[in-house]
Structure formats: structure tokens, C-alpha cells
């Protein structure tokens, strides 16, 4: 049976195989899969820092973890301008206090071009519809059924 993270895993997994890749395109479900994986780790280990006596072991964790994901977060959000037919160089808008980073969020959320541009193939497109088993008659009879 399959867990209902699995999918979730295996994209920032795959994003993280592509550690230093630059090139090529990136999707939003992939770009903000791993964002907000990444987010969650974050705010984990910040919470976790605050333990007494042992918050130093996860503030050390912490910030190991951001410096591994350091260049797959570069990487997949340079991907992810090439989407939307944007140079990987305006990453460095983030060096725009406030301003710079709404900018790229706007960038990031924008749907990518269809078809190929001039940074490659169109990625898989992935949604929610595509991560799940579809649905048979069975089950469509029970969730029904359970509804009622």
C-alpha cells in the first residue's frame, strides 16, 4: 500500500538528486513540493532548538542542513524561472530587501510555458489528480455509501 507522503518524498528526493543542476526547466508542484518540505524541516528544528540542554545539538543540525540545501534551493528555483522564460541569474533579486523576494515569489508562481522554450523541454507536469490511484467503481460505492 502506498503512504500518502510517498510522492511528496520522492520529489524532494529527486530534487535533491539533482543537487547542482542548474540547466533545464522545473515545474511549481516540484518547485513548491520541496520548498515547503524544506520549510517544515526548518520550523521543526527551530522548535526543537529551544529544548533545554539539548537545543544546541539541534541548532548545530539546523545549520547543516541549511548549508547541504543551500544549492539544491539555487538550483531548483533558478529550474523554476527557466519554467516561466526567466534567466536563473534573477535569484539575485533576493538581495533586494522585501521587494526582491516578493518578486520571485511572483516569478515562482506563475505558470510555465508550454511546449519547449529556449531552457528545454517542458517539464511532467504533476498534480494532485496524478499522485493518487484512480478511483474504481468499488470504492467510488463505498465513499458513497460512508457519506451517507
Given amino acids: 500500500m502506498e503512504q500518502f507522503w510517498q510522492p511528496y518524498l520522492e520529489n524532494y528526493i529527486g530534487v535533491l538528486k539533482k543537487y547542482a543542476v542548474f540547466e533545464g526547466r ?9 520548498f515547503l518540505c ?41 529550474r523554476r524561472l527557466h519554467d516561466t522564460n526567466r534567466s536563473g541569474w534573477l535569484l539575485l533579486l533576493s538581495l533586494i530587501p522585501l521587494a526582491g523576494i516578493i518578486i520571485l ?7 510555465g510555458d508550454s511546449g519547449k522554450n529556449q531552457y528545454g523541454a ?9 499522485t493518487r490511484k484512480p478511483r474504481t ?3 467510488r460505492a463505498r465513499t458513497t455509501r460512508k457519506a451517507r
Wanted: aromatic residues 18%; proline residues 4%.
Fill in 26 to 34: 522545473a515545474g511549481r508542484w516540484e518547485f513548491w513540493w520541496f
Fill in 38 to 78: 524544506s520549510l517544515i524541516i526548518g520550523v521543526a528544528a527551530g522548535i526543537l532548538s529551544r529544548i533545554p540542554l539539548l537545543g544546541w545539538v539541534f541548532s548545530i543540525g539546523f545549520f547543516i542542513f541549511c548549508l547541504a540545501t543551500l544549492i539544491p534551493n539555487l538550483a531548483v528555483g533558478a
Fill in 105 to 111: 515569489i511572483v516569478f515562482w508562481a506563475m505558470e
Fill in 122 to 130: 517542458c517539464p511532467a507536469r504533476k498534480t494532485r489528480s496524478t
Fill in 137 to 139: 467503481r468499488k470504492t
